[in-house]
């Protein structure tokens, strides 16, 4: 029977088995989505690696309660068991995986390739990726990565008052997201993120577009601006109405100071996402700045993960961003010639 953007969604799940995953003919590829998920997008990234070859397991459950570690209890003994034994695994889940005890398993077994894709539906990964150029987003990211890299110091600015200034650390990576080809931790591409020196993070984040906690904290598209104070790393002062009481209170139930800390900051660079009230899709609206608070995964630390008791995802629009002192993106358009000309391309 046919299905909404059927024939467009069996395109995208080619390029996600083949490019974005990497699957190779005799590997084992896991899927999971729990039953908040969405159905069609698994099927068809699993139709797509029988197709090349692999040995596919697309496992659906029942939906934990949070993200990270608050799903252990709750995830079934099988699923954790495939996630421990398979060369592939693509995430879909609505509630994430990702920082759980099964995903440390997975990533530090040596041999595991993770796509993270938490909680697209359908028409969001037709619009994220039926018309991607991936070779040309590629190139584009690699010479945004390059300059992050060489940049010492950086500041962030947002029309609704974002104004934060930081140090990179050059022995940490540079989380380039296109394509799962190594194994460890890997995202859905358009992203680029990484933890700066903690102590050095100062200064304002407006929260304008979406905050994501997992269960009662994912919280989508805010309906007012959320104001985080930070300072050497940490929020101190959380400032705005109702859904910044919630944040306030919801950070203070853990009764752990390590969610106050920042885990990693992000861009967004995919040419046809837009907030949409799932995170996936919102972190890689073009010209965004994403704050991640509490768990650091090692694809930030490079070491081991610095674990808190979940993981939480801010996100802001049309960043404005120096490095060194020189403005490279005015209110997210690029300013800086090169990357201008391929963005221009791309969109």
């Known amino acids: 029977m046919p299905r909404c953007f059927g024939l467009e969604m069996a395109r995208c799940g080619w390029t996600i088995a083949e490019h974005l995953a990497c699957v190779k003919r005799g ?124 940049a010492k110091t950086m500041r962030f600015t947002t029309p609704r008052g974002t104004d934060v200034t930081f140090r990179n650390d050059p022995y940490r990576p540079v989380a380039n997201e296109v394509s799962a080809d190594t194994p460890g931790p890997h995202y859905l591409i358009g992203q680029i993120g990484w933890a700066p020196e903690e102590s050095s993070i100062n200064g304002k984040v407006v929260l304008d577009c979406s905050f994501y906690g997992g269960g009662e904290a994912d919280l989508g598209l805010l309906k007012e601006p959320v104001e985080l104070v930070i300072d050497k790393g940490n929020i101190t002062k959380v400032r705005g109405g109702e859904e910044a009481g919630f944040i306030t209170e919801w950070l203070r139930s853990f009764g752990d100071g390590g969610m106050y800390t920042v885990a990693h900051v992000s861009f967004g660079f995919l040419p046809h996402a837009k907030p949409s009230g799932v995170c996936t899709e919102d972190e890689r609206t073009w010209g965004i700045n994403m704050w991640g608070f509490g768990y650091q995964g090692p694809m930030y630390s490079g070491g081991e993960p610095r674990v808190a008791a979940t993981h939480a995802d801010g996100i802001g629009l049309d960043t404005s961003v120096w490095m060194d002192g020189e403005m490279i993106m005015r209110e997210g358009v690029m300013v800086d010639p090169e990357l201008a000309e391929m963005e221009r391309r791309l969109r």
Request: hydrophobic letters at 45%.
């Open 27 to 150: 590997e084992n590829l896991l899927i999971t989505v729990d039953s908040a998920g969405d159905f069609q997008v698994a099927e068809e990234v699993a139709k797509a690696a029988e197709s090349l070859g692999a040995k596919v397991c697309l496992a659906w459950h029942s939906t934990p309660g949070g993200f990270g570690k608050v799903a252990d209890n709750g995830l079934p003994s099988a699923v954790k068991g495939a996630i421990r034994d398979t060369d592939v695994w693509v995430e879909l889940n609505d509630q994430w995986l990702m920082f759980s005890t099964s995903w440390e398993w997975a990533m530090g077994n040596g041999r595991t390739r993770y796509l993270f894709m938490g909680g697209l539906r359908t028409d969001q990964v037709v619009r994220c990726l039926s018309r991607l150029d991936v070779p040309l987003q590629r190139g584009f990211q690699d010479a945004l990565v390059k300059r992050i890299r060489g």
